[in-house]
């Protein structure tokens, strides 16, 4: 992907965690040079001075920078996003904020409504709607080789890092449920779920959630401290992972594996007989190979995201779809964890 240098300044709220990544996207699309970094953390201002950002451009308090900057990028944790976010869109800047975008759906109800009074770009880092596999899945959706949409099924498993602030649904299976809200274009309408937290940190370890769609589609999403992992973990070195998702239609199916950056497409349909539905195979199966980087998709991302800036449009991930929507989604999840029964949500919510 090309990747052509705006005329941007950034300032990149928190160097812990993610936040090296986003530096490192941001220097190869060109805006690294006078990138400002703010962290109320000293170590990871000395990680950040140490990774090539001057000192000048390195600050305990983000806000004394917003008048020095038009774009904002939040990776903070969950906690600060609300204080992150509304300082930036009060002080008129677009926003990238990671993912989840809020902890509840009233703070979710009130970063939309703060995206709109203030006019500017807003982003939720949801970055799977952003990886060639990805797109690829989706091309062979909306161009019908795999006919009509069945199942879908998200799988992010394994031994990994798990962290102590939130839990496995917002922290992983957020991406595989916006990436199935991407793919299929709507919400679902009723919903059935389990949470554990087997290792007792107070937030759950494992999440399984099944999504049923007015249509009859159907879609399994698991996440967690489950199975056995088949790859190296990209992100925690150590761990091993599986990350794969799958779309099964009514003249086909394909699979997507994120670590080894295999797709798999089979056509095929039943014929029916007149005691069994016996599979027709249209052709052999077939396999590409689409890598990309983790560091690479981030840097889509967030060229995306400053695309939208630079055309005046809409971004491809969507305040109120990925915040609002998702935290309403998160919330009936937790719900129907808690009573063990199915919670039902308007068609469109």
């Known amino acids: 992907m090309s990747i052509v240098a705006r005329?941007?300044?950034?300032?990149l709220v928190g160097y812990g965690g993610y936040g090296p990544n986003h530096a490192e996207a941001w220097r190869s699309m060109g805006l690294g040079d006078q990138m400002i970094v703010a962290d109320t953390d000293p170590a990871a201002r000395a990680d950040a001075l140490a990774a090539g950002i001057t000192e000048n451009n390195i600050v305990e308090d983000f806000r004394q920078c917003l008048d020095a900057v038009d774009?904002?990028?939040?990776?903070?944790?969950?906690?600060a996003h609300m204080t992150v976010a509304e300082a930036a869109l009060n002080a008129g800047k677009h926003l990238l904020l990671e993912k989840p975008a809020t902890a509840n759906t009233s703070d979710a109800a009130r970063l939309a409504a703060l995206a709109a009074h203030a006019g500017t770009v807003v982003q939720i880092g949801y970055q799977l709607r952003y990886h060639p596999l990805a797109t690829a899945l989706k091309d062979l959706l909306t161009s019908g080789a795999l006919g009509d949409p069945v199942y879908l099924a998200g799988e992010s498993s394994g031994f990994k890092r798990l962290r102590s602030d939130i839990g496995v649904l917002r922290n992983d299976a957020v991406h595989l449920l916006d990436l199935t809200r991407w793919l299929i274009g709507k919400a679902p309408n009723r919903i059935f779920a389990v949470l554990r937290d087997d290792l007792g940190r107070g937030v759950e370890s494992l999440a399984c959630v099944v999504l049923r769609y007015t249509d009859g589609v159907v879609a399994r999403i698991e996440a967690g401290r489950t199975g056995i992992g088949h790859n190296p973990d990209p992100f925690v070195p150590g761990g091993v992972t599986t990350h794969m998702f799958s779309v099964v239609g009514?003249?086909?199916?394909?699979?997507?594996?994120?670590h080894t950056g295999a797709l798999v497409h089979r056509r095929a349909r039943f014929h029916d007989e007149e005691r069994i539905s016996r599979p027709e195979?249209?052709?052999l199966i077939v396999s590409e190979n689409i890598t990309c980087s983790w560091?690479?998709?981030?840097a889509r991302s967030l060229s995306a995201f400053v695309d939208s800036i630079?055309?005046?449009?809409?971004?491809?991930?969507?305040?109120?779809?990925?915040?609002?929507?998702m935290?309403?989604?998160?919330?009936a999840i937790e719900t129907s964890a808690e009573t063990a029964m199915t919670v039902s949500l308007e068609a469109n919510a």
């Open 281 to 283: 195979l249209k052709d």
């Open 250 to 258: 009514s003249e086909g199916a394909a699979e997507i594996n994120f």
């Open 310 to 325: 630079d055309n005046d449009d809409a971004t491809g991930v969507p305040v109120y779809e990925a915040g609002v929507d």
């Open 7 to 11: 005329a941007h300044r950034v300032l």
């Open 295 to 298: 560091p690479e998709v981030t």
């Open 71 to 79: 774009i904002v990028d939040a990776v903070v944790p969950l906690a």
């Open 327 to 331: 935290a309403i989604l998160c919330e």
